[in-house]
């Protein structure tokens, strides 16, 4: 059991860091954030609020996103989308990640 327990404090920091750029992909889009915690797991990055919500919060603070709140509906709902910085975070993100995965296709494609 220890060792699944190691395996999955690694796999909790690769999907750490894959949702600041799944959120910032999916937010190009205005989205709030249950919808966002749905948007998520459909495409296989599932995560919970207490994630999210403090990331959220903590990318607006950096630049990354712009927020405002909807209060045409019953319940005010706050609205994030990506800025314009967080969009060329996003391209940097996205563009790492391909390099990364093609390094890493190269270690397993020689045997490793």
Not at 19 to 37: H, S, T
Request: glycine share 8%; aromatic share 8%; with cysteine.
């Amino acid at each position: 059991m220890q060792e699944t327990e190691g395996f999955e404090t690694h796999l909790q920091e690769i999907r750490r860091g894959t949702i600041v750029l799944a959120c910032l992909q999916l937010l190009r889009d205005a989205g709030y954030g249950y919808g966002l915690l749905q948007d998520l797991e459909r495409h296989g990055f599932a995560t919970d609020a207490n994630t999210l919500y403090p990331l959220l919060r903590r990318l607006e603070k950096q630049g990354y996103l712009t927020s405002e709140w909807n209060t045409d509906e019953a319940r005010p709902r706050k609205f994030y989308r990506t800025s314009d910085a967080g969009i060329r975070l996003a391209d940097t993100l996205t563009t790492e990640w391909a390099s990364l995965t093609t390094a890493i296709a190269t270690l397993t494609d020689e045997g490793h």
